[in-house]
C-alpha cells in the first residue's frame, strides 16, 4: 500500500488495473480457512463451543451451519491492548484517504475517527499465529492466559505448538546481551518495546481453567 500511494501512481493507471483487482478479490473471497490437521477432543470442543457462544461470540461471531460476524469495534480503554496502531493515523489522513481511489473517493462507508479495534472473525484462526494485532502472543493458550504471556520470547525456525496451539519458541527475561547485531535482535519479540505490548483483552480472567481449555480445543475446529 505505501508504494501504491505515490504520487506517480495516478488514479488513471490504478484505473487500468481494475480488471486485475477484480480477479485478485475473486481469487481472495475464494479461498476456505484450513482444518486443524491434527487430533480433536470433540468431546471437549464441544463443550468449548457452549463456553465460546456464552462469552465470545457477541464480538468474535458464530460459527458453523450458523455464521454470523458482527465486525463489532471495540473501544481501546475495553480491550486494553497495545493502542499504537490505532493512533498511527490521525483524523485527517484518514479522510484524506477516504476521498482517494483507496475509499473509491468517498463510497465506501470509511471510519475516519475509530475508537477501538475490530474484533476479528476467527476463521481459522489456529493456523493465524501470533496474535493480536501487532504479533505479541505467540499461542492461543496465551491468549486465554493474559498473566502468562511472555516478556520476550523466540520462535523456533518452524515448529508448531499443538498444546498451546500456535508458534513453538523459547522465553526469555531480556534479549541476551550478547546478541548486538540488528538482524539477530529481530528475532526476538520484546513486549517491552514501543508498538508491541501484550497486555489486554483479559475476557479469559472470567473463565475457570477447565473453561479456557475447552475454549481452547474448540478453536481447533473453526
Not at 496502531?85 to 473509491?104: C, D, I, M
Not at 546478541?179 to 514501543?194: H, L, N
Not at 505490548?197 to 475454549?215: C, F, I, M, W
Amino acid at each position: 500500500m505505501s508504494f501504491a500511494l505515490v504520487r506517480s501512481n495516478s488514479s488513471e493507471r490504478y484505473r487500468g488495473f481494475e480488471n486485475d483487482f477484480r480477479d485478485i478479490s475473486a481469487y481472495i473471497e475464494s479461498l476456505e480457512a484450513p482444518v486443524y490437521p491434527y487430533a480433536v477432543d470433540r468431546e471437549l470442543a464441544s463443550r468449548g463451543k457452549e463456553v465460546f457462544d456464552n462469552h465470545c461470540m457477541r464480538c468474535h461471531g458464530s460459527y458453523g451451519e450458523k455464521e454470523s460476524y458482527p465486525e463489532r469495534t471495540i473501544p481501546i480503554d475495553e480491550i486494553g491492548t497495545d493502542p499504537v496502531r490505532l493512533r498511527a493515523l490521525p483524523v485527517v489522513y484518514r479522510e484524506g484517504l477516504k476521498k482517494s481511489w483507496v475509499g473509491e473517493y468517498g463510497k465506501l462507508n470509511t471510519v475516519t475517527d475509530p475508537k477501538g479495534y475490530v474484533a476479528p472473525p476467527l476463521d481459522g484462526i489456529w493456523a493465524t499465529a501470533p496474535y493480536f494485532h501487532n504479533g505479541s502472543v505467540p499461542t492461543l493458550w496465551h491468549v486465554l492466559h493474559p498473566e502468562q504471556r511472555p516478556v520476550v520470547w523466540r520462535r523456533t525456525e518452524d515448529g508448531y505448538d499443538r498444546e498451546r496451539v500456535g508458534l513453538e519458541f523459547e522465553s526469555f527475561d531480556r534479549v541476551p546481551r550478547d546478541i548486538v547485531a540488528p538482524a539477530e535482535k529481530r528475532m526476538y519479540f520484546d513486549t517491552r518495546k514501543f508498538g508491541k505490548k501484550n497486555s489486554g483483552h483479559t475476557y479469559p480472567n472470567e473463565l475457570d481453567e477447565q473453561e479456557k481449555r475447552a475454549v481452547l480445543e474448540y478453536l481447533k475446529t473453526i
